[in-house]
């Protein structure tokens, strides 16, 4: 014959077993180094993602095309006749 513990004690020790929150967190800051670029309003994601896109628009200002895709974006973004409004 088996006994069963009610659930509550069932609970509690699980509870009690489980890593504490902040246990949790370094492990995934180990197991995640890029997981700080989650906090979209974040310093350090902030940036980085200035960083990056200043290297990105560096490349694509050297296209030739880029200046009449990038005044065509422009000229589309800005057109009064195309914004739907409800």
Same mark, same amino acid.
């Given at each position: 014959m088996t006994?069963?513990? %009610?659930a509550v004690?069932?609970?509690?020790?699980?509870?009690?077993?489980? %890593?504490? %929150?902040?246990?949790a967190q370094?492990?995934?800051?180990?197991?995640?180094?890029?997981?700080?670029?989650?906090?979209?309003? !974040?310093?350090?994601?902030?940036?980085?993602? +200035?960083?990056?896109?200043?290297? +990105?628009?560096?490349?694509?200002?050297?296209? %030739?095309?880029?200046? !009449?895709?990038?005044?065509? !974006?422009?000229?589309? !973004?800005?057109?009064?006749?195309?914004?739907?409004?409800?």
């Amino acid at each position: 014959m088996t006994t069963r513990l %009610p659930a509550v004690i069932c609970l509690a020790v699980l509870a009690a077993a489980a %890593p504490s %929150p902040a246990a949790a967190q370094s492990r995934a800051d180990a197991a995640d180094p890029f997981l700080w670029l989650e906090e979209l309003e !974040g310093p350090k994601a902030l940036d980085w993602a +200035t960083a990056e896109n200043a290297k +990105t628009l560096a490349v694509l200002e050297k296209d %030739p095309r880029f200046a !009449g895709f990038h005044a065509d !974006g422009i000229r589309i !973004g800005e057109a009064k006749d195309r914004i739907p409004f409800p």
